[in-house]
Nanobody, 116 residues
Framework: QVQLVESGGGLVQPGGSLRLSCAAS????????MSWYRQPPGKERELVAA???????DYADSVKGRFTISRDNAKNTMYLQMNNLKPEDTAVYHC??????????WGQGTQVTVSS
């Protein structure tokens, strides 16, 4: 089993920044890729960014140039640096982890609210 714990969410004014973390722990596992998703209030869940074991990165068009995904493999932790935040970035942010064995794990999520 793998546990994922997100942290770093909160309330921030438009134009501000936050850094989310997603820490993975548990029994032996090999990471294939990890992703950040978000679910705005009343809307469908959407992919924000993903990073593969080889370092390939993909972003949603809505966050390109503002968000940066990264991983610290030694700490089994993924980050999402979010700059120039907008009210439409308000959502619950979840991370997920796909192992090379084909399993998928999700975190509980962290709330990000962008409001003045």
């Amino acid at each position: 089993q793998v546990q994922l714990v997100e942290s770093g969410g909160g309330l921030v004014q438009p134009g501000g920044s936050l850094r989310l973390s997603c820490a993975a722990s548990g029994s032996r596992f090999s990471i294939n890729f990890m992703s950040w998703y978000r679910q705005p209030p009343g809307k469908e869940r959407e992919l924000v960014a993903a990073i593969s074991g080889g370092g390939s990165i993909d972003y949603a068009d809505s966050v390109k140039g503002r968000f940066t995904i990264s991983r610290d493999n030694a700490k089994n932790t993924m980050y999402l640096q979010m700059n120039n935040l907008k009210p439409e970035d308000t959502a619950v942010y979840h991370c997920d982890l796909h192992t090379t064995g084909g399993s998928v794990y999700w975190g509980q999520g962290t709330q990000v609210t962008v409001s003045s």
